[in-house]
């Protein structure tokens, strides 16, 4: 029985690769890992070279070959073709236009290699290892530079047609609003890290003009500077204007949260990143608009944050090999 796998987590700023054991916990999964700068400018080309170099190098300096691998995951932001195991342009990896990474690492190291977006990957992190433990039916929310969903259905990873299940960021939960995917009045344009932050600016420069002050900025030259981060240490110390920011977010996060639940009425929905942090922020307004929106059965499932903290991103790409391994190849 082979006992280790292999991890890929392919980011916009920074690449890991990590050799993890085919039955170990949460404390224990991982035994090596390496990481570098992406550094995008360079191009996949060289990107890749040093992923696959760097798992010859985990290989190596723990004495072991491709043969004692069971296989390994690989887990990087869509849009991708997961079947095909082809990256296709994301957002954060310009130029990476149909990069076949699949076929690449397996015709290097001959051991089994899946690919899956990091929105599920995570989903299966924490389903396995994290706060969805023990249900069949959940919903996972990335809620960080975007908003993205991956979906656990019946005890399986959902992915759908073309790899495009999940994709919540993309709906348009009111007529006008800050802008995410693409869209004015998006759901990622109120949940993310950057609709929080052009909120914010929004909100202050009002607040500025009205003669009034904020915490977020000191005049209306800092308002550009504004992120979520600031806003939301600005709100936890009273400020009035970055309170109604993430009330505002709060409960524009109930109204897709209603959505979600409505349609796959899962038994938790989990979210990441930036409620983990500022759930606080955000409970209160969103519960309301939960409880408002959803009918009152899909309402009363569990709003949780994460569980895994800044350990998913490690465990996410590991966990794709091991779902692998244990649906028969299929992710």
Known sequence: MKKYIIG???????????????????????????????????????????????????????????????????????????????????????????????????????????????????ALAEWRFGAGKGLRNMVFLTFGTGMGAGLILDGRLYSGSNDMAGEVGHMRIAEDGPVGYGKRGSFEGFCS????????????????ENGGSTLMCEDAEGIGRITAKIAAEAAENGDETAIEVYKICGEKLGEGLAIIADILDPQAIIIGSIFARSGQLLRDSMEKALHREAL????????????????????????????????????
Request: some cysteine.
């Open 296 to 331: 009152r059965q899909t309402a009363e499932c569990k709003i949780i944050p994460a569980g895994l903290g800044e350990k998913i991103g490690d465990l996410a790409s590991l966990v794709i090999a091991l779902d692998a391994a244990a649906n028969g190849g299929e992710t």
């Open 8 to 122: 890929i987590d392919i980011g916009g700023t920074k690449c890991a690769v990590l050799l993890g054991r085919t039955h170990g916990g949460v404390e224990d999964i991982i035994t090596d890992k390496l990481r570098f700068e992406t550094r995008v400018s360079r191009g996949w080309r060289a990107v890749t070279a040093e992923l696959l170099d760097n798992v010859e190098e985990l290989l190596k300096r723990n004495a072991l070959s491709p043969e004692d691998i069971l296989c390994a995951g690989i887990s990087c932001g869509g849009p991708l073709d997961s079947r095909r195991g082809v990256i296709l342009s994301p957002p954060n990896l310009p130029g990476w236009d149909c990069v076949p990474i699949v076929d690449m690492i397996e015709e290097r190291f001959r051991f089994d290699s899946y690919l899956q977006n990091d929105a599920n990957a995570c």
């Open 193 to 208: 890290g950057g609709g929080i932050g052009r909120l914010a600016q929004a909100m202050a420069r009002k607040t500025i």
